[in-house]
Protein backbone atom coordinates (compact mmCIF):
# COMPACT_ATOMS: atom_id res chain seq x y z
CA UNK A 1 0.00 0.00 0.00
CA UNK A 2 1.22 3.41 -1.19
CA UNK A 3 1.89 6.29 1.60
CA UNK A 4 -0.61 8.08 -0.49
CA UNK A 5 -3.32 5.30 0.09
CA UNK A 6 -2.88 5.59 3.89
CA UNK A 7 -5.01 8.48 4.62
CA UNK A 8 -7.85 7.84 1.98
CA UNK A 9 -8.09 3.90 3.53
CA UNK A 10 -8.20 5.15 7.02
CA UNK A 11 -10.87 7.81 6.44
CA UNK A 12 -12.40 5.34 4.24
CA UNK A 13 -13.47 3.17 7.05
CA UNK A 14 -15.30 5.45 8.76
CA UNK A 15 -18.33 4.48 6.16
CA UNK A 16 -17.24 1.10 5.85
CA UNK A 17 -20.40 -0.93 5.93
CA UNK A 18 -17.60 -3.69 7.73
CA UNK A 19 -16.97 -0.98 9.93
CA UNK A 20 -20.84 -0.12 11.12
CA UNK A 21 -20.92 -3.96 11.03
CA UNK A 22 -17.78 -4.55 13.55
CA UNK A 23 -19.03 -1.72 15.92
CA UNK A 24 -23.01 -2.71 16.05
CA UNK A 25 -21.45 -6.78 16.91
CA UNK A 26 -18.88 -4.76 19.72
CA UNK A 27 -21.76 -2.96 21.07
CA UNK A 28 -24.12 -6.28 21.21
CA UNK A 29 -21.33 -8.21 22.20
CA UNK A 30 -21.21 -6.35 25.98
CA UNK A 31 -25.14 -7.14 26.86
CA UNK A 32 -24.60 -10.81 25.26
CA UNK A 33 -21.78 -11.62 26.93
CA UNK A 34 -22.99 -10.27 30.36
CA UNK A 35 -26.34 -12.32 30.20
CA UNK A 36 -24.36 -15.08 28.83
CA UNK A 37 -21.95 -14.62 31.69
CA UNK A 38 -24.70 -14.14 34.00
CA UNK A 39 -26.41 -17.38 33.24
CA UNK A 40 -23.69 -19.79 32.94
CA UNK A 41 -22.06 -18.41 36.47
CA UNK A 42 -24.52 -16.90 38.27
CA UNK A 43 -27.02 -18.95 37.72
CA UNK A 44 -26.03 -22.26 39.50
CA UNK A 45 -23.99 -20.10 42.10
CA UNK A 46 -27.56 -18.40 42.94
CA UNK A 47 -29.36 -21.66 42.93
CA UNK A 48 -26.69 -23.29 45.03
CA UNK A 49 -26.23 -20.89 47.18
CA UNK A 50 -29.67 -20.53 48.29
CA UNK A 51 -30.03 -24.01 48.69
CA UNK A 52 -26.76 -24.65 51.49
CA UNK A 53 -28.92 -21.52 53.26
CA UNK A 54 -32.60 -22.95 53.14
CA UNK A 55 -31.96 -26.55 53.34
CA UNK A 56 -30.48 -26.60 56.74
CA UNK A 57 -33.59 -24.34 58.16
CA UNK A 58 -36.29 -26.44 56.29
CA UNK A 59 -34.54 -29.57 57.54
CA UNK A 60 -35.21 -28.74 60.98
CA UNK A 61 -38.79 -28.50 60.60
CA UNK A 62 -39.62 -31.45 57.77
CA UNK A 63 -36.46 -33.65 58.34
CA UNK A 64 -32.71 -34.39 56.95
CA UNK A 65 -34.45 -36.95 54.62
CA UNK A 66 -36.21 -33.93 52.50
CA UNK A 67 -32.71 -32.05 52.98
CA UNK A 68 -30.78 -34.74 50.91
CA UNK A 69 -33.85 -35.25 48.19
CA UNK A 70 -33.37 -31.66 47.63
CA UNK A 71 -30.22 -31.71 47.23
CA UNK A 72 -30.09 -34.52 44.75
CA UNK A 73 -32.76 -32.44 42.85
CA UNK A 74 -30.58 -29.66 42.85
CA UNK A 75 -27.58 -31.69 41.49
CA UNK A 76 -29.28 -32.40 38.63
CA UNK A 77 -31.51 -30.14 37.38
CA UNK A 78 -28.43 -27.68 37.78
CA UNK A 79 -25.80 -29.43 35.22
CA UNK A 80 -29.92 -30.01 33.19
CA UNK A 81 -30.30 -26.75 33.18
CA UNK A 82 -27.17 -24.87 32.35
CA UNK A 83 -26.55 -27.51 29.73
CA UNK A 84 -29.76 -26.06 28.15
CA UNK A 85 -28.14 -22.36 28.81
CA UNK A 86 -25.48 -23.13 26.98
CA UNK A 87 -26.86 -24.81 23.81
CA UNK A 88 -29.13 -21.88 24.04
CA UNK A 89 -26.67 -18.67 24.08
CA UNK A 90 -24.37 -20.69 21.29
CA UNK A 91 -27.61 -20.57 19.30
CA UNK A 92 -28.03 -16.99 20.27
CA UNK A 93 -24.49 -16.08 19.90
CA UNK A 94 -24.00 -18.18 16.05
CA UNK A 95 -27.28 -16.17 15.08
CA UNK A 96 -25.40 -12.64 16.23
CA UNK A 97 -22.39 -13.38 14.24
CA UNK A 98 -24.13 -14.56 11.48
CA UNK A 99 -27.00 -11.56 11.19
CA UNK A 100 -23.95 -8.48 12.28
CA UNK A 101 -21.51 -10.12 10.53
CA UNK A 102 -22.24 -11.98 8.35
CA UNK A 103 -20.17 -15.18 9.21
CA UNK A 104 -21.61 -18.40 9.58
CA UNK A 105 -20.30 -20.74 12.44
CA UNK A 106 -21.96 -23.85 12.02
CA UNK A 107 -23.22 -25.55 15.24
CA UNK A 108 -21.21 -28.54 16.70
CA UNK A 109 -22.20 -32.16 15.61
CA UNK A 110 -24.18 -33.56 18.62
CA UNK A 111 -23.29 -36.89 19.64
CA UNK A 112 -26.28 -39.43 18.13
CA UNK A 113 -25.54 -41.56 21.25
CA UNK A 114 -27.01 -38.32 22.79
CA UNK A 115 -30.41 -37.91 20.63
CA UNK A 116 -31.10 -41.49 20.72
CA UNK A 117 -30.82 -41.62 24.40
CA UNK A 118 -32.86 -38.08 25.14
CA UNK A 119 -35.93 -39.40 22.43
CA UNK A 120 -35.77 -42.93 24.57
CA UNK A 121 -36.39 -41.17 28.12
CA UNK A 122 -32.63 -42.11 29.52
CA UNK A 123 -32.34 -38.27 30.29
CA UNK A 124 -29.66 -39.08 32.67
CA UNK A 125 -27.37 -40.95 30.72
CA UNK A 126 -28.24 -38.39 27.89
CA UNK A 127 -26.84 -35.21 30.55
CA UNK A 128 -23.51 -37.72 31.12
CA UNK A 129 -22.92 -37.69 27.40
CA UNK A 130 -23.27 -34.51 26.36
CA UNK A 131 -21.27 -33.18 29.38
CA UNK A 132 -18.30 -35.62 28.05
CA UNK A 133 -18.64 -34.05 24.64
CA UNK A 134 -15.92 -31.73 24.17
CA UNK A 135 -17.88 -29.19 22.15
CA UNK A 136 -20.29 -28.85 25.18
CA UNK A 137 -16.94 -27.05 27.63
CA UNK A 138 -16.38 -25.35 24.13
CA UNK A 139 -19.13 -23.66 24.57
CA UNK A 140 -19.25 -23.12 28.07
CA UNK A 141 -15.67 -21.42 27.75
CA UNK A 142 -16.92 -19.39 25.46
CA UNK A 143 -19.64 -17.88 27.54
CA UNK A 144 -17.08 -17.34 29.84
CA UNK A 145 -14.74 -15.43 28.04
CA UNK A 146 -17.17 -13.37 26.44
CA UNK A 147 -17.98 -12.02 30.00
CA UNK A 148 -14.90 -10.15 30.07
CA UNK A 149 -14.13 -9.80 26.13
CA UNK A 150 -17.39 -8.44 25.47
CA UNK A 151 -17.54 -5.90 28.46
CA UNK A 152 -13.72 -4.92 27.34
CA UNK A 153 -14.49 -4.38 23.76
CA UNK A 154 -17.08 -2.45 24.44
CA UNK A 155 -15.05 -0.51 27.02
CA UNK A 156 -12.08 0.06 24.14
CA UNK A 157 -14.67 1.49 21.60
CA UNK A 158 -16.12 3.75 23.89
CA UNK A 159 -13.06 5.08 24.82
CA UNK A 160 -11.52 5.81 21.39
CA UNK A 161 -15.19 7.94 20.84
CA UNK A 162 -14.97 9.27 24.55
CA UNK A 163 -12.60 12.16 23.00
CA UNK A 164 -15.20 13.13 20.86
CA UNK A 165 -17.97 13.20 23.36
CA UNK A 166 -16.00 14.95 25.02
CA UNK A 167 -15.30 17.50 22.40
CA UNK A 168 -18.61 18.28 21.34
CA UNK A 169 -19.58 19.20 24.86
CA UNK A 170 -16.53 21.72 25.05
CA UNK A 171 -17.84 23.30 21.36
CA UNK A 172 -21.56 23.18 22.57
CA UNK A 173 -20.57 25.31 25.56
CA UNK A 174 -17.80 27.38 23.61
CA UNK A 175 -14.66 25.88 25.71
CA UNK A 176 -13.16 24.38 22.42
CA UNK A 177 -9.29 23.11 22.98
CA UNK A 178 -7.38 22.20 19.90
CA UNK A 179 -5.47 19.60 22.12
CA UNK A 180 -9.43 18.01 22.37
CA UNK A 181 -10.20 18.41 18.69
CA UNK A 182 -7.19 16.04 17.85
CA UNK A 183 -7.45 14.01 20.58
CA UNK A 184 -11.43 13.15 19.18
CA UNK A 185 -10.14 13.31 15.20
CA UNK A 186 -7.43 10.50 16.41
CA UNK A 187 -10.30 9.06 18.51
CA UNK A 188 -12.82 8.95 15.97
CA UNK A 189 -10.61 7.71 13.30
CA UNK A 190 -9.32 4.44 15.46
CA UNK A 191 -12.60 3.73 16.61
CA UNK A 192 -13.54 1.57 13.53
CA UNK A 193 -10.32 0.17 13.22
CA UNK A 194 -10.49 -0.64 17.04
CA UNK A 195 -14.12 -2.24 16.73
CA UNK A 196 -12.57 -3.78 13.41
CA UNK A 197 -9.88 -5.69 15.86
CA UNK A 198 -12.27 -6.74 18.28
CA UNK A 199 -14.85 -8.09 16.07
CA UNK A 200 -12.14 -10.07 14.41
CA UNK A 201 -10.65 -11.66 17.82
CA UNK A 202 -14.33 -12.08 18.65
CA UNK A 203 -15.00 -14.04 15.66
CA UNK A 204 -12.06 -15.99 15.45
CA UNK A 205 -12.73 -16.87 19.52
CA UNK A 206 -16.45 -18.21 17.91
CA UNK A 207 -15.42 -20.52 15.32
CA UNK A 208 -12.82 -21.86 18.03
CA UNK A 209 -15.13 -22.77 20.73
CA UNK A 210 -18.62 -22.37 18.96
CA UNK A 211 -18.20 -24.24 16.58
CA UNK A 212 -16.64 -27.71 15.33
CA UNK A 213 -12.87 -28.63 16.00
CA UNK A 214 -10.75 -28.91 13.49
CA UNK A 215 -11.08 -32.88 14.23
CA UNK A 216 -14.88 -32.73 13.93
CA UNK A 217 -15.21 -31.05 11.11
CA UNK A 218 -12.89 -33.47 9.66
CA UNK A 219 -14.77 -36.29 10.59
CA UNK A 220 -17.73 -34.69 9.32
CA UNK A 221 -16.38 -34.00 6.39
CA UNK A 222 -14.88 -37.60 5.99
CA UNK A 223 -18.36 -39.01 6.77
CA UNK A 224 -19.80 -36.64 4.20
CA UNK A 225 -17.40 -37.90 1.91
CA UNK A 226 -17.88 -41.76 2.49
CA UNK A 227 -21.60 -40.73 1.99
CA UNK A 228 -21.40 -39.14 -1.27
CA UNK A 229 -19.13 -42.06 -2.58
CA UNK A 230 -22.10 -44.72 -1.69
CA UNK A 231 -24.61 -42.33 -3.22
CA UNK A 232 -22.36 -42.18 -6.46
CA UNK A 233 -21.70 -45.75 -6.47
CA UNK A 234 -24.83 -46.20 -6.43
CA UNK A 235 -26.14 -43.92 -8.54
CA UNK A 236 -23.43 -45.64 -11.28
CA UNK A 237 -25.25 -49.03 -10.71
CA UNK A 238 -28.33 -48.39 -11.02
CA UNK A 239 -27.55 -46.10 -14.67
CA UNK A 240 -25.24 -49.72 -15.76
CA UNK A 241 -28.90 -51.51 -14.67
CA UNK A 242 -30.55 -49.10 -16.70
CA UNK A 243 -28.59 -49.09 -19.56
CA UNK A 244 -28.26 -53.48 -19.49
CA UNK A 245 -31.75 -53.20 -19.26
CA UNK A 246 -32.03 -50.59 -22.45
CA UNK A 247 -29.51 -52.70 -24.06
CA UNK A 248 -30.94 -56.33 -23.94
CA UNK A 249 -34.62 -55.16 -24.25
CA UNK A 250 -33.77 -52.95 -27.53
CA UNK A 251 -30.65 -53.75 -29.59
CA UNK A 252 -30.07 -57.24 -28.48
CA UNK A 253 -33.67 -58.44 -29.43
CA UNK A 254 -33.28 -56.36 -32.36
CA UNK A 255 -29.69 -57.87 -33.40
CA UNK A 256 -31.40 -61.38 -32.53
CA UNK A 257 -33.90 -60.77 -35.10
CA UNK A 258 -32.01 -60.13 -37.37
CA UNK A 259 -29.34 -62.79 -36.96
CA UNK A 260 -32.58 -65.35 -37.12
CA UNK A 261 -34.20 -63.52 -40.13
CA UNK A 262 -30.51 -63.51 -42.13
CA UNK A 263 -30.42 -67.46 -41.11
CA UNK A 264 -33.04 -68.57 -42.54
CA UNK A 265 -32.36 -66.48 -46.07
CA UNK A 266 -29.11 -68.34 -45.27
CA UNK A 267 -30.41 -72.05 -45.17
CA UNK A 268 -32.65 -71.15 -48.41
CA UNK A 269 -30.17 -69.80 -51.30
CA UNK A 270 -31.35 -71.87 -53.73
CA UNK A 271 -30.85 -70.01 -57.37
CA UNK A 272 -29.36 -67.35 -55.81
CA UNK A 273 -26.94 -65.75 -57.32
CA UNK A 274 -23.18 -66.60 -56.16
CA UNK A 275 -22.32 -62.60 -55.12
CA UNK A 276 -25.73 -62.31 -53.22
CA UNK A 277 -25.27 -65.53 -51.24
CA UNK A 278 -21.89 -64.98 -50.49
CA UNK A 279 -22.83 -60.79 -49.22
CA UNK A 280 -26.18 -62.73 -47.19
CA UNK A 281 -23.64 -65.43 -45.85
CA UNK A 282 -21.53 -62.77 -44.54
CA UNK A 283 -24.14 -60.52 -43.24
CA UNK A 284 -25.14 -63.53 -41.29
CA UNK A 285 -21.77 -63.87 -39.30
CA UNK A 286 -21.53 -60.58 -38.32
CA UNK A 287 -24.87 -60.06 -37.18
CA UNK A 288 -23.92 -63.32 -35.00
CA UNK A 289 -21.19 -61.96 -34.29
CA UNK A 290 -22.11 -58.55 -33.26
CA UNK A 291 -24.53 -60.12 -31.22
CA UNK A 292 -22.03 -62.42 -29.20
CA UNK A 293 -19.75 -58.60 -28.75
CA UNK A 294 -23.11 -57.00 -27.45
CA UNK A 295 -24.06 -59.87 -25.09
CA UNK A 296 -20.53 -59.48 -23.54
CA UNK A 297 -21.02 -55.76 -23.42
CA UNK A 298 -24.17 -55.99 -21.41
CA UNK A 299 -22.53 -58.76 -19.50
CA UNK A 300 -19.97 -56.43 -18.47
CA UNK A 301 -22.68 -53.73 -17.45
CA UNK A 302 -24.29 -55.19 -15.34
CA UNK A 303 -24.93 -59.01 -15.56
CA UNK A 304 -28.69 -59.32 -14.97
CA UNK A 305 -28.71 -62.86 -13.67
CA UNK A 306 -27.38 -61.52 -10.21
CA UNK A 307 -31.00 -59.89 -9.58
CA UNK A 308 -32.79 -63.00 -10.94
CA UNK A 309 -31.37 -65.78 -9.71
CA UNK A 310 -28.05 -64.89 -7.74
CA UNK A 311 -24.42 -64.25 -7.21
CA UNK A 312 -23.74 -68.15 -7.21
CA UNK A 313 -25.57 -68.59 -10.35
CA UNK A 314 -23.95 -65.48 -11.78
CA UNK A 315 -20.46 -66.78 -11.06
CA UNK A 316 -21.10 -70.40 -12.38
CA UNK A 317 -21.67 -68.80 -15.47
CA UNK A 318 -18.16 -67.23 -15.43
CA UNK A 319 -16.42 -70.42 -14.34
CA UNK A 320 -18.27 -72.17 -17.21
CA UNK A 321 -16.76 -69.32 -19.85
CA UNK A 322 -13.49 -69.57 -18.45
CA UNK A 323 -10.48 -71.33 -20.58
CA UNK A 324 -8.98 -72.73 -17.73
CA UNK A 325 -11.01 -75.09 -15.68
CA UNK A 326 -12.40 -73.72 -12.52
CA UNK A 327 -13.74 -75.17 -9.55
CA UNK A 328 -16.24 -72.75 -7.58
CA UNK A 329 -17.60 -72.65 -4.25
CA UNK A 330 -20.15 -70.47 -2.85
CA UNK A 331 -21.32 -70.35 0.70
CA UNK A 332 -22.72 -66.63 1.05
CA UNK A 333 -25.72 -67.58 3.12
CA UNK A 334 -27.72 -64.57 2.90
CA UNK A 335 -27.60 -62.18 -0.09
CA UNK A 336 -25.10 -58.85 0.29
CA UNK A 337 -26.94 -55.49 -1.40
CA UNK A 338 -26.91 -55.43 -4.91
CA UNK A 339 -24.02 -53.48 -5.10
CA UNK A 340 -22.17 -55.58 -3.28
CA UNK A 341 -22.93 -58.82 -5.11
CA UNK A 342 -21.92 -57.24 -8.45
CA UNK A 343 -18.89 -55.98 -7.30
CA UNK A 344 -17.89 -59.99 -6.56
CA UNK A 345 -19.09 -60.93 -9.92
CA UNK A 346 -16.58 -58.40 -11.69
CA UNK A 347 -13.68 -59.33 -9.46
CA UNK A 348 -14.20 -62.86 -9.74
CA UNK A 349 -14.48 -62.14 -14.06
CA UNK A 350 -11.14 -60.04 -13.96
CA UNK A 351 -9.24 -62.38 -12.01
CA UNK A 352 -10.11 -65.48 -14.00
CA UNK A 353 -9.80 -63.20 -17.47
CA UNK A 354 -5.93 -62.04 -15.86
CA UNK A 355 -5.27 -66.12 -14.87
CA UNK A 356 -6.29 -66.95 -18.56
CA UNK A 357 -4.12 -64.42 -19.71
CA UNK A 358 -0.70 -64.15 -17.81
CA UNK A 359 -0.55 -66.63 -15.18
CA UNK A 360 -0.15 -69.86 -17.23
CA UNK A 361 -2.29 -71.88 -14.93
CA UNK A 362 -4.21 -75.01 -15.40
CA UNK A 363 -6.52 -74.89 -12.98
CA UNK A 364 -8.06 -72.28 -10.85
CA UNK A 365 -10.37 -72.28 -7.46
CA UNK A 366 -13.11 -69.30 -6.55
CA UNK A 367 -14.38 -69.17 -3.14
CA UNK A 368 -17.08 -67.47 -2.17
CA UNK A 369 -18.04 -67.11 1.73
CA UNK A 370 -19.66 -64.86 3.72
CA UNK A 371 -18.27 -64.15 7.41
CA UNK A 372 -20.35 -62.58 10.09
CA UNK A 373 -20.59 -58.80 7.93
CA UNK A 374 -18.03 -59.27 5.92
CA UNK A 375 -18.10 -61.18 2.13
CA UNK A 376 -14.90 -63.18 1.01
CA UNK A 377 -13.92 -63.92 -2.46
CA UNK A 378 -11.07 -65.70 -2.98
CA UNK A 379 -9.57 -66.56 -6.49
CA UNK A 380 -6.74 -69.15 -6.21
CA UNK A 381 -4.85 -70.48 -9.52
CA UNK A 382 -1.82 -72.77 -9.88
CA UNK A 383 0.09 -70.72 -12.18
CA UNK A 384 3.81 -69.53 -12.23
CA UNK A 385 2.77 -66.59 -9.51
CA UNK A 386 5.00 -64.12 -9.38
CA UNK A 387 2.14 -61.29 -9.45
CA UNK A 388 2.65 -57.95 -7.88
CA UNK A 389 0.13 -55.70 -6.58
CA UNK A 390 0.00 -52.33 -8.25
CA UNK A 391 2.18 -53.34 -11.08
CA UNK A 392 -0.26 -54.12 -13.72
CA UNK A 393 -3.33 -52.60 -14.34
CA UNK A 394 -5.35 -56.02 -13.86
CA UNK A 395 -4.50 -55.78 -10.41
CA UNK A 396 -4.99 -51.74 -9.60
CA UNK A 397 -8.03 -52.18 -11.24
CA UNK A 398 -9.45 -55.05 -8.73
CA UNK A 399 -8.30 -53.06 -6.14
CA UNK A 400 -10.01 -49.68 -7.33
CA UNK A 401 -13.19 -51.79 -7.05
CA UNK A 402 -12.49 -53.22 -3.87
CA UNK A 403 -11.53 -49.60 -2.66
CA UNK A 404 -14.58 -48.33 -3.94
CA UNK A 405 -17.04 -50.07 -1.50
CA UNK A 406 -14.86 -49.87 1.26
CA UNK A 407 -13.48 -53.72 0.63
CA UNK A 408 -9.74 -54.51 1.16
CA UNK A 409 -7.68 -56.77 -1.62
CA UNK A 410 -4.52 -58.86 -0.91
CA UNK A 411 -2.18 -60.76 -3.51
CA UNK A 412 -0.54 -63.59 -2.42
CA UNK A 413 1.86 -64.98 -5.41
CA UNK A 414 5.23 -66.30 -4.84
CA UNK A 415 7.57 -67.26 -7.41
CA UNK A 416 6.54 -70.31 -8.67
CA UNK A 417 2.93 -70.31 -7.32
CA UNK A 418 0.24 -70.65 -6.53
CA UNK A 419 -1.51 -67.46 -6.44
CA UNK A 420 -4.35 -66.27 -4.33
CA UNK A 421 -6.07 -62.94 -4.66
CA UNK A 422 -8.26 -62.39 -1.36
CA UNK A 423 -11.14 -59.65 -1.15
CA UNK A 424 -13.03 -59.03 1.74
CA UNK A 425 -16.26 -56.67 0.82
CA UNK A 426 -18.38 -55.17 3.68
CA UNK A 427 -21.72 -57.00 3.07
CA UNK A 428 -24.01 -54.30 3.97
CA UNK A 429 -22.78 -51.32 2.10
Not at 64 to 79: E, F, H
Not at 128 to 156: C, F, K, N
Not at 299 to 319: E, F
Not at 346 to 375: M, P
Request: net charge neutral; proline share 5%; charged share 20%.
Amino acid sequence: MTTQAVPMTVLRALWSARSWRALLHVLTGAPAGFAAGLLVLGLPVLVWYGAFHTVPVASRSIGDATSAVTLTALAVITPVTLLWCVQALSAVQRGRFRVVLGTDIPAPSRAELGSRLWLEGRWLQWLMVEWRDPATWRQLAYHLLSLVTGIAGAALVVAALAPALAAVVMVARGDSGLGMIVLALAGVLAAPWVARGVAFADEQAGRALLGPSRTEALTERVETLARSRSDIIAATDAERRRIERDLHDGAQQRLVSLAMKLGMARADLDGVPEPARLAIEQAHDEAVQALAELRDLVRGLHPAVIDDRGLDAALSGIAARSPVPVRLRVDAGRRCSPTIEAVAYFVVSEALANVAKHAEATRAEVTVALSGDRLRVAVTDDGRGGAVFGAGTGLRGLAQRAGAVDGTMTVDSPVGGPTTITVELPCES
